[in-house]
């Protein structure tokens, strides 16, 4: 057994090695442009592509018999490397990934990768004394690795975004061959990669954009939740050797810091099969605890800084409306693809149920339309969602992998199947595989065009200014003599934080801040600060206030002076607030500064006698006061404006 499975490892590997440096070949060898109008057309291809490999998995089988695993494993290798193909074409000639660093959530994710990269623990990405918050492991390995390859940290997003692709199929081969026949692990593994859910529109102040790639982590464990699952159970029910329970563990492990969401998903449900039967219930009963208790000593890292953050804290993560979040999806609601297959799962289920996989497959399809229904109560209740389009994607990607599995188990001890006569049987089978095969096509079809030249990644090529982000760090750094990962920051810059390590005072957004920020008391420090009568007040709050000194502020010049946009939590969406200094609130004998584009920054001298920074940098350096507004003097009126638009939103997709 040992022997075959690190024979099939090799050659998947060697397979997948091999299609990946084909893959960039073909595509630079082309010059591919995602912009042209025959672009769209791979995704077909590459779905054809895709399905054709698996159906030679099952010709492989038939005639090979036992000797196919070795041929079945190149195959996955090949679809591994394959899978990655429509993204790595749509952002040929771009660095960027889908839809730049600069905008949506890859803010926020840009802002922890660039942070892992300064550091090996486990750090809140913005808030300097905190830990992390949001599931670290996919940030912290493309951290860890922009560190070691000497890289900028913002340019290692899009090889992991493309990279994980292939990951992800890969390993779900691996843990689907624990319960599956070799083509079926094969078809499963790809199936699931094909059929996940599509860009929905173009980005337009309400933006409904694809839950699947453009968020890799999240999707990465919606695509391998199924077959870690099925091979948990199995062995929880029926055990296995002690390097397979090992291997469950690590991956478990791996699931839960990587996206915990869905990873509760599976085990709430692995919990329910692992315990429904009466029969050794005792015995798997242990098993399961060993296999969970050990994945939670392994991750206890991290979420026992998390449970103590989340009870002393307030998340806001959830605290925002979408209206597909009042919705709840089963499969039969999505395109008609989806629910020709999604009616071809539940025969094949039907058929198959008593069979362990084909349980694990059914209880988590219903296991994500229960969280999704959860999600809409305590959304209505309470003013909270749980992020129910990321269980949408793990219901898809389920969907996809379901007849492969239920096929392999029509003939499994105990089925509904086996009390069908042979040929009644082998019609039903065909037919289930005649009408699921093209469904899988006709989605994977859909999903390569928006990989391809989809709204996201077209927006990849838009312009993104990193120069300015540049030049304030070098300022910076140079004034203060100190890295950025030891300097706290107010910015309107945010591409400071994007791509240099600082720790911000404020939050990209609010729904990206840490429990413990604290964002609302924070935006009141500035607001305070802002009010001051004398510059020395001023100064005095930014430097002694309880979440600790402010060692630069990067500000918007307006013609009253200079102002600082950011928000609080509110819901349905953030409220937006604007601060407004005042001229000369910033006391040039405390504060140097130098123009960039429309923004100034102001540095915090270390010392009085601080070494002025070179004159030779970007930017043009101002040390005296600016007339004092009259808007700000005039009596009864405050030099801070808070202007509130809770309404307001921002031109990206929602929120992780």
């Known amino acids: 057994m040992r022997s075959r499975f690190v024979g099939e490892a090799l050659v998947g590997a060697a397979a997948a090695a091999l299609t990946l440096l084909l893959v960039h070949a073909i595509v630079a060898a082309s010059n591919f442009d995602a912009r042209d109008d025959v672009a769209p057309g791979l995704g077909p291809v590459w779905a054809a592509a895709m399905v054709a490999l698996a159906l030679l998995g099952y010709v492989a089988q038939r005639r090979l018999g036992e000797r196919s695993g070795l041929v079945v494993a190149g195959l996955a290798g090949v679809a591994t490397g394959l899978a990655t193909l429509p993204l790595t074409a749509g952002l040929h000639g771009t660095p960027q990934p889908p839809f730049t660093i600069m905008r949506g959530d890859q803010q926020f994710r840009t802002e922890y990768i660039t942070r892992f990269a300064s550091t090996w623990h486990l750090d809140d990405y913005t808030f300097k004394g905190l830990h992390a918050f949001y599931p670290p492991a996919w940030f912290w390995l493309a951290g860890r690795t922009a560190n070691l390859l000497g890289s900028e940290p913002w340019r290692i997003v899009k090889p992991f975004t493309i990279g994980t692709i292939g990951v992800s199929l890969g390993l779900s081969f691996v843990l689907w061959r624990r319960v599956l026949s070799p083509a079926a692990a094969l078809a499963a593994a790809v199936g699931s990669a094909l059929v996940l859910t599509h860009q929905t529109g173009a980005l337009g102040l309400v933006a409904h954009s694809t839950q699947g790639w453009y968020s890799p982590y999240s999707c990465f464990v919606a695509v391998t939740g199924a077959a870690w699952l099925a091979a948990t159970l199995t062995w929880t029910l029926e055990g296995g050797t002690r390097r397979g329970a090992v291997l469950l563990i690590a991956v478990g492990a791996l699931l839960a810091l990587t996206y915990y969401l869905l990873f509760l998903i599976l085990v709430i449900v692995l919990i329910v099969l692992a315990l429904g039967p009466r029969v050794a219930r005792r015995v798997a009963a ?21 449970a103590v953050s989340v009870l002393k804290g307030a998340a806001s993560q959830g605290h925002y409306l979408a209206p597909d979040f009042l919705n709840v999806s089963a499969g039969f609601d999505g395109p008609k693809a ?9 025969a094949a ?3 198959t149920w008593a069979w362990a996989a084909s349980r694990a497959v059914a209880g988590l399809l219903i296991g994500t339309v229960v969280y999704q229904l959860i999600s809409v109560t305590s959304l209505v209740f309470s003013e909270n969602q749980l992020q129910p389009h990321r269980a949408v994607t793990m219901l898809w990607a389920t969907l996809g992998a379901a007849v492969p599995v239920a096929l392999d188990g029509v003939r499994r001890e105990g089925v509904l199947a086996r009390a069908l006569p042979a040929a009644t049987l082998r019609g039903a089978a065909a037919l289930i595989a005649v009408v699921a095969v093209p469904a899988t096509f006709l989605l994977g079809a859909q999903q390569g065009k928006d990989l391809v030249s989809g709204p996201l990644t077209i927006g990849a090529r838009d312009p993104v200014d990193l120069k300015t982000a540049a030049q304030l760090n070098g300022y ?25 390590p600082y720790f911000g005072f404020l939050g990209l957004s609010a729904r990206y801040s840490h429990p413990e920020a604290h964002q609302a008391a924070r935006v009141k420090v500035l607001e305070r600060a802002a009010d001051c009568a004398t510059p020395a007040c001023t100064t005095n709050l930014l430097e002694h206030n309880r979440f600790g000194p402010i060692d630069a502020l990067v500000l918007r010049r307006t013609p009253l002076g200079f102002e600082l946009t950011t928000q609080t939590d509110a819901f349905p969406a953030p409220r937006i607030v604007t601060i407004d200094f005042p001229p000369g609130r910033l006391d040039p004998a405390v504060w140097t500064s130098a123009r960039f584009g429309p923004d100034t920054a102001f540095v915090r001298r270390q010392t009085a006698t601080a070494a002025r920074p070179s004159s030779g940098r970007s930017g043009t350096r101002t040390h005296r006061p600016a007339p004092v507004s009259k808007r700000a003097g005039r009596p009864g009126r405050k030099a801070s404006s808070r202007r509130h638009r809770s309404r307001r939103r921002a031109r990206t997709p929602r929120s992780s």
Do not use: K, N, Y
Not at 338 to 346: D, N, Y
């Open 476 to 500: 910076i750094t140079s004034v203060t003599g100190r890295r950025p990962d030891q300097l706290t920051i107010v910015t309107e810059a945010r591409g400071l934080l994007i791509t240099q």
């Open 286 to 306: 242990a098993r399961l605890g060993i296999a969970l208790g050990a994945i939670a000593a392994l991750t206890a890292v991290f979420w026992v800084p998390l």
């Open 349 to 351: 289920l039907v058929l």
């Open 338 to 346: 989806l629910v020709v297959l999604a009616v071809a799962v539940a």
